[in-house]
């Protein structure tokens, strides 16, 4: 008897339920249109980080998520690339450029409710060059002699010799404070001392954080920050339109973006990374050690053909590993000109007939890579060098490429600024080794006069592409779509960071 | 035998249509070996994108290769795997299928329980799963998709071959003393060839369908490989710019499934024994 009832009952509810979720997805759309209410914010990145800890890691997806967010450094660098103070209030350097004094803020607490001082300056400086360090960026730091505390809010740093960019250095994400208490477990539960503090991880979907009531400074506009993870160019690009993501600080979709020009509902930035997009050759495999071979290489590359098919247009093909809105770059695109003769006649001196070499390309996923990879494997199969593209995912690519060094040839952005000395490290993936070269990043690293310092980046940049080191293709653009009513993202990427400390919604 | 059926059925339209369409996407695939407007590899980002014209009748996509050219290597990328994946399934189902029926008992169960558990799984999953663990690649993809069609096929030659064996001639093939091994070849194999076809085409129609997922999702062939599947996912991001590009190879897929399929359908209803009950032996 009651079954009947209790089945009858059962669908009703059903219907009411379907009708509900019905109108429900009827009116999310009209309510607003955008991802998040007026004081979250829902930004898209392409590339997942490995884990959340600035300074134990290169991957600049890190710097994406925390950079100034969660963590902060004694000094930060601005939207224009200036340094700003941040922890350190202020400071104070010797007229020999070798002690620096910083007087550091009193009021900053760690997301743990404990305070900031001057010991844990002291640690967080002194742990870069420690012997276990991970620090992907220690040359950086190497020019420090002793750190000390001279009260819980001054700390004086002496170096070994002056660098002129140690303040900026300071900026990096690689030098930001860290409790000792915390900073092992920092990969996966990050705790810093930045507006924003980290709420969860969901792998392989989404960091989130939120507003910390406790931050020192301004308090950021938003209360909540989601950063989503899509790699897919086409998902992407679907979340945008949809409003799932408000702001891509980077499209992986190139091509979209004058649709996106035309809708106002987004703004569009084009904008400076500091990303040298390089194709990376393995020296320490024949024979890419020939330096014949890897002029052949240059020579093979179209650049103005890898800008125009694989990022539209956007991007500044360049000669060597500099930036082109740096005050000091060289113009060396043409050195080795687009001219498949000659590097067949310089593949025919290394002794290398046509269909002979046959060269492994492992591509993580950002579509500058993968499409880039694909136009760089036509080239190089017009000039007689057979390439095998091998696509891999990002976590991949860092430990079979980066640290594995097992590889022939990979296409990847250098993003960190200013980061030519990278060709000076010992065991760096790509294995170069010119003692001419580290010579000048020496000379360089002891040299503060910005003058004679441009005149060691110059050195330093045409010594790269007379060695044909990489195949240097362009310099990635920044090309950002946000939501119109979005205010304050920045426009150029002079560090790895998505800061949303400055973000607001307008109307 | 098949003459005498035909007699009493004929292909129909709808057969004769999705032949039709088979033949020309073989033909298309088979010309592509020796010609092509153009190199489908060739780059020329200069025209990227470029609409229909005389040099390049279907135009160009994002990196100025010629559509036409990419679209004929298609068919043969696609139909080599496909036909490679089905050769698969029935160079080991139908074997064991005729194993299975020819000894029953112990090792018919082990067969077809075995059958069972990979039917249990979901195909093109695990599909997805095997291209993921051994790498992308055109081969692997072909080792994918044929490892399911094993037991397709093994299940329809055991079923066909099974209805067989109570025949009178077979019984009579049994009583002159022939071997259950030497029957299932001379004398089972020949009658439920027509089945086997039947199972074959739809088998291929879903392979060549399988292919274009995995390429799809990058898991079939590579770049600077050609393959439908991959085309349609590099055209995604360009569909507000140029629907061509993923309307072309979708075109492609679709009708060369659907002529598949009609082929396959109609095949059926002449050649499978199971519609055919009455039917006397040779």
Known sequence: MILPFVRHRARHLSIAVVVLATLAAASLPSQSGRAAPPDALVMGMVLEPPHLDPTAGAAGAIDEVVYANVFEGLTRIGPDGSVEPALARSWEVSDDGLVYRFTLRRDVMFHDGTAFT????????????????????????????????????????ELKHPDGRFLFNLGWGDAVMVAPETADDNKTNPIGTGPFRFVRWIQGDRVELEAYPDYWGPKPALARATFRFIPDPAA????????????????????????????????????????????????????????????AISHALDRRAIVDGAMFGYGTPIGSHFAPHHPAYVDLTGMYPHDPEAAKALLAEAGIAPGDLSLTLHLPPPSYARRGGEIVAAQLAEVGIKVEIIPVEWAQWLEQVFRGHDFDMTIVSHTEPLDIDIYARDDYYFGYDNPAFDAVIDRLQGTADPEARADLYREAQTILAEDAVNGFLFQLAKHGVWDARLRGLWENSPIQANDITGVSWGE | MVEAMGQRRRLGVAAWTGGAIAALVLLVGAVSLVWTPHDPAVMDVANKLSGPSWSHPLGTDHFGRDTLSQLMVGARVSIAVSLVAVGLGVGLGVPLGLLAAARAGWIDEAVMRFNDLAFAFPALLTAVLITALLGPGAINAILAIGIFNIPVFARVARGAALALWTRPFIQAARLAGRGRTRISIEHILPNIAGALIVQGTIQFALAVLAEAGLSYLGLGSQPPEVSWGRMLNEAQTFLFLDPRLAILPGLAIVVTVLGLNLLGDGLRDRLDPRLEPRRGGR
């Open chain 1, 118 to 157: 001057a010991d844990d300056a002291v640690f967080s400086l002194q742990r870069i060059a420690d012997e276990d360090s991970v620090n992907a960026q220690k040359g950086l730091y190497a020019a420090i002699d002793s750190v000390a505390a001279l009260d819980g809010y001054t700390l004086v740093v």
């Open chain 1, 236 to 295: 992407s690009m679907a979340a945008l339109m949809a409003g799932d993501v408000d702001a891509y600080p980077n499209v992986p979709a190139p091509e979209a973006l004058d649709s996106f020009k035309a809708d106002d509902r987004f703004t569009v930035e084009i904008g400076t990374t500091e990303g040298e997009t390089i194709l990376s050759l393995n020296h320490r495999r024949a024979p890419l050690d020939d330096v014949r071979v890897r002029r």
